[in-house]
């Protein structure tokens, strides 16, 4: 299942905790084509059904099921730039694509 990074986490909280917005807001990660590893992100009031929720210290994260396969096996980090920008980051699980958690052979 896909981790937050701490800065994920503080990153989602401050652009989905915003005044106004509704309780249980988050991020939502879709992938329209298994086949095209292109993934959007948008904010979202809830999750749509059949979504994965991911949430970790109050961050929400709705996965959609292409993207929840795809994402399985990863961490979320985030970063903001000077301007205001979020840039998003994955980045496999330390032990991602071993069978079975088994460890490699040689």
């Known amino acids: ?3 937050l990074t701490e ?3 503080l ?3 401050s ?3 915003v ?4 309780e249980g807001a988050g991020v939502r990660i879709s992938q329209e084509d298994p086949a095209n590893p292109a993934l959007a992100v948008t904010t979202t009031e809830a999750p749509v ?3 994965q929720v991911v949430e970790e210290a109050g961050a929400r994260v709705f996965l959609e099921q292409n993207a929840a396969n795809a994402l399985d096996d ?3 980090d985030a970063a903001v730039d000077d301007k205001g920008g979020v840039e998003f980051l994955l980045v496999p699980q330390p032990g991602a694509g071993r069978e079975n ?3 490699p052979t040689a």
């Open 101 to 103: 958690g088994a460890a």
């Open 11 to 13: 990153v989602i909280k």
């Open 15 to 17: 652009i989905t905790g």
């Open 74 to 76: 990863k961490i979320l």
């Open 1 to 3: 299942m896909l981790t």
């Open 49 to 51: 059904p059949g979504d």
């Open 19 to 22: 005044e106004g917005a509704p």
């Open 7 to 9: 800065n994920a986490t």
